[in-house]
């Protein structure tokens, strides 16, 4: 293969390589402040954040909930404001668990803040 044509085509896959690692990074990088408007997410999780946010102690809800290929789902997690108090953490636990009909270890609940609105 002529040198000039082996070298484009390893740019080429650089680029594509350094797109897709700007792309994740850019996806990171959303989740880790706040992730996606509201707007964006699916109306399950947003009936669930609903929900989650009514509990007693909870304050503001952001939760995730992961699917598989055929919409089935496998595990969610919940960022919660306030748990400062285990059995806070019990009820969201425990709503997700009945909610989503999930084992415990397939549900994530994680303190959190939130900034700004």
Known sequence: MPNGLWERLRGARSIGIFVSLALAALLALALLHGG?????????????ERVLSAV?????????????????????????????????????QGAVM?????????????GGRFGGG
């Open 36 to 48: 996606a408007p509201a707007s964006s997410g699916t109306e399950l999780e947003a009936r669930l």
């Open 98 to 110: 009945t909610l989503l009909g999930l084992e415990a270890e397939r549900v994530e609940i994680i």
């Open 56 to 92: 007693d102690g909870a304050g503001r809800v952001r939760a995730m909930v992961l699917q598989d290929e055929n919409g089935a789902i496998t595990g969610a997690v919940v960022v919660a404001e306030g748990l400062e108090d285990v059995s806070t953490w019990l009820k969201l």
